[in-house]
């Protein structure tokens, strides 16, 4: 300290400026702070004059007043933060002690669950930096660290996932991988909803074909990718920010999203569904929203003139269990177009051999012409009438193990064999097209829960070979134990994979004796049902017969080893398509276990490709074999764990709401968070801490990241609530009566819910 200068008088201010000599004398203007500091009323201080606080003088009020003859401007030097500590506690001796409780409590402990909580209206001035109690303002630091950014935070499980996944969903997209499986995934059939105005929250719940089936599949689908992949903690492919994607060997199957969308008038529909109704059904879409607008109610059939009367095109339509929406069509549309990919890349050049194809909504209770059960296209039938007619399909094998039997598949199958049967060398590939259908289903469900003869006759159908049919249907049992529901497996259920062999093989070996005819090219299509899944719904389940969740990878991978088999004209190609399940755990872990037996088995992938990890790869971790599943994978506690993530419990409170349990802003911004990667960012000397490790991405946490990948964000996934639905009626119904009233509306009468509609001209927005 200046020996000149009297204990009483301030320090002089130093500023870290070297080309400007006049920024280095002190302000006289200090004064005039200090004394207005003085008269401050802190407690215990107002007989103390206050020093000068170097952060509260400006550059511009250095030169306005002259410099006292007894003081001169001391030896230019750069403080430190210790220095000047120093020097403050030896001019305030007491003041900078007495600290609130409040202030010390949130100075030195974060914010957590079993630390003192700082009282709000209590807060020190010492808590905000820059005020003249501070003990260590920006101006008492080094230049450098005055103004250095807010460390970032460390990386989470989360983000470390959905980085990683993101970027290899765009590889899947971009390249072929080798996969000798794919999935198909369409998000315009999201848009098909139940739409009807005024419909209560109990109408609403029996409609069980809803857009969120899909959300639970795609999340079914993330699953079995993550654990058949080994892409979570502990495995060898974890996502890591440093894990090269070019470098891994190919994955258990490849994730395929469509924007193809195939008209319900293509060649390939009408083959099957006829010309008429597929324009029927094309009008009726294009009526669906001005119908619902105006009378709420859409499933109105195309009126003949016949008798002299208004008669129907057609059957009433069922309003339980179908409906249609503005948006319906283009589901639809992009469902059979999901189809169509799946099927090209199946039946092409490349070495995809089998696909699952996630759309809705569902097709096997739809007949050639009559739509019912939540079903309006039959999905597989198309989809063979198109593998016939663009790739050549000879003969092709359904599998169907929905709990529901497929009625409309099998109405189809038998219509359409019976044709082949006498079809001609000029009849179309299609019409030449031998069809098996084979279906394990409960007898006391829908359509037969009424006890309907012919529905109930047509469930329990077994005829193979006759007529060129060869049809099987097989009833579910109740089955106490798991050992006893495999004993069933195996002595009853796969009855249904042997007689799928039996009509593979012989038209396969009628095809080759004839050296006329088109080489064998057959093809197996599942009706991928889970509704039959332990984890479905009382409703659905009220006859108790389910199977264990492990019947779908069991029956899936049997039916993957029976299409390589010789002989059958099949080479590996099965493509299944999604029917029912209605509940989001039965869809969930129905569609891991039946991905687990469909696409477990990955392309041989030397590991001289990947020379960073080929001193841990060998060829049984490249190809896993086809039976490479673990039951535990869908255990209760791993879909728990898994659905906490992906529906967490509904707070009761908004705990990010302000209370006085939260901390504030400039509590936030002193708490320092732990450095993780500094070197990225920019380093300080001497004040680089140890860089602690990533966290470990779990396989839960590593499902769900890649499940939000690939849900749309920008679109509508998720049902129509009932509320919505009230309001587009109470919406359409002051529209009619603002017409009858001359255009004029009276904003009186406009309930709450809408009034956000309205323009300031008074008309809806």
């Not at 106490?480 to 529901?485: D, H, K, L, R, V």
């Amino acid at each position: 300290m200046d020996p000149s200068r009297s204990q009483d008088d301030p320090p002089p201010r130093f500023i870290d400026n070297p080309n400007n000599n006049a920024m280095n004398q002190p302000d006289p203007s200090d004064f005039d702070i200090a004394d207005s500091l003085n008269r401050m009323s802190l407690a215990n201080a107002a007989a103390i004059p206050l020093p000068t606080s170097p952060s509260l003088l400006s550059p511009n009020d250095v030169s306005s007043r002259p410099i006292p003859v007894n003081q001169q401007p001391a030896p230019r030097r750069t403080p430190s933060s210790s220095s000047l500590r120093d020097e403050r506690r030896k001019s305030i001796p007491a003041l900078q002690k007495r600290q609130s409780t409040a202030s010390l409590r949130s100075v030195s402990v974060t914010n957590g669950p079993s630390s003192p909580l700082a009282d709000s209206s209590r807060r020190s001035s010492a808590n905000f930096a820059g005020s003249p109690t501070s003990a260590a303002s920006p101006a008492m630091l080094p230049p450098r660290l005055a103004f250095a950014p807010p460390e970032p935070q460390g990386p989470t499980a989360a983000s470390i996932a959905a980085e990683h996944f993101q970027k290899e969903v765009d590889l899947h997209h971009a390249v072929d991988l080798g996969s000798k499986t794919v999935v198909v995934i369409h998000d315009a059939c999201y848009g098909h909803r139940f739409s009807r105005p005024r419909t209560t929250r109990a109408q609403l719940s029996t409609i069980v074909e809803r857009p969120e089936r899909i959300r639970a599949c795609v999340v079914g689908i993330a699953a079995a990718y993550v654990r058949l992949g080994r892409r979570h903690a502990g495995e060898l492919f974890a996502p890591h920010p440093q894990l090269d994607l070019h470098l891994l060997p190919p994955p258990p199957f490849q994730i395929r999203k469509s924007s193809r969308s195939l008209p319900l008038t293509d060649e390939a529909v009408t083959s099957v569904h006829g010309n008429l109704w597929m324009t029927e059904l094309k009008g009726m879409c294009d009526l669906a929203e001005s119908r619902l607008a105006l009378t709420g109610k859409e499933l109105v059939r195309n009126r003949t003139q016949e008798n002299d009367g208004l008669a129907s095109s057609g059957p009433e339509l069922h309003s339980g269990d179908l409906y249609l929406c503005s948006e319906s069509q283009n589901a639809f549309q992009g469902a059979l177009g999901g189809v169509c990919d799946g099927l090209d890349l199946v039946l092409g050049p490349g070495p995809t051999t089998r696909a699952f194809v996630c759309i809705r909504p569902p097709g096997h209770h739809c007949s050639a012409d009559f739509p019912s059960g939540f079903c309006w296209i039959n999905n597989v039938h198309v989809g063979i009438s198109y593998a016939a007619t663009q790739h050549g399909l000879t003969h092709a094998a359904i599998l169907d193990f929905d709990l529901h039997h497929g009625d409309g598949s099998q109405d189809i199958a038998w219509d359409h064999n019976r044709k082949a049967w006498f079809a001609s060398r000029k009849s179309s590939p299609y019409e030449k097209t031998p069809i098996g259908y084979y279906s394990l289903h409960d007898i006391n469900s829908y359509p037969c829960e009424d006890g309907n003869p012919d529905k109930v006759r047509n469930a329990s159908v077994c005829v193979d070979g006759a007529h060129g049919q060869s049809i099987w249907n097989v009833h579910l049992d109740t089955w106490g134990t798991e050992p006893e529901f495999w004993k069933l497996y195996k002595t009853k259920y796969a009855v249904l994979i042997n007689k799928a062999r039996t009509f593979l093989r012989n038209h396969t070996k009628r095809l080759t004796e004839n050296p006329t005819g088109p080489p064998p090219k057959a093809a197996i299509f599942i009706s991928a049902g889970f509704d039959a899944s332990e984890w479905e719904g009382a409703g659905m389940q009220r006859h108790r017969v389910n199977v264990p969740t492990e019947f779908y990878a069991k029956f899936t991978a049997d039916v993957v080893r029976m299409s390589e088999e010789e002989g059958l004209g099949v080479d590996g190609r099965v493509i299944s398509v999604l029917e029912g399940g209605y509940s989001d755990r039965a869809l969930t872990s129905g569609v891991l276990s039946h991905i687990a037996g469909l696409g477990n088995a990955s392309a041989d992938t030397p590991p001289s490709r990947m020379p960073s990890l080929a001193a841990t790869l060998t060829k049984e971790t490249m190809k896993p074999s086809q039976s490479e599943y673990d039951i535990d994978w869908w255990s209760p506690q791993h879909l728990e764990e898994l659905e906490a993530l992906v529906a967490p419990p509904i707070k009761t409170r908004d705990k990010s709401a302000p209370t006085f349990l939260n901390s504030t802003r400039s509590f936030s911004a002193k708490v320092v968070t732990p450095t993780w990667e500094r070197k990225n960012f920019g380093s300080y000397p001497g004040l680089e801490p140890s860089l602690p490790p990533l966290p470990d991405v779990g396989w839960a946490t590593a499902a769900h990241e890649l499940s939000k990948v690939l849900i749309p964000e920008d679109r509508q996934t998720m049902s129509c609530k009932p509320e919505d639905l009230n309001a587009a009626a109470s919406r359409q119904r002051l529209e009619r009566q603002v017409a009858l009233d001359g255009g004029v509306m009276n904003p009186a009468i406009i309930p709450p819910p809408l009034q956000p509609l309205l323009t300031i001209n008074g008309n809806f927005a």
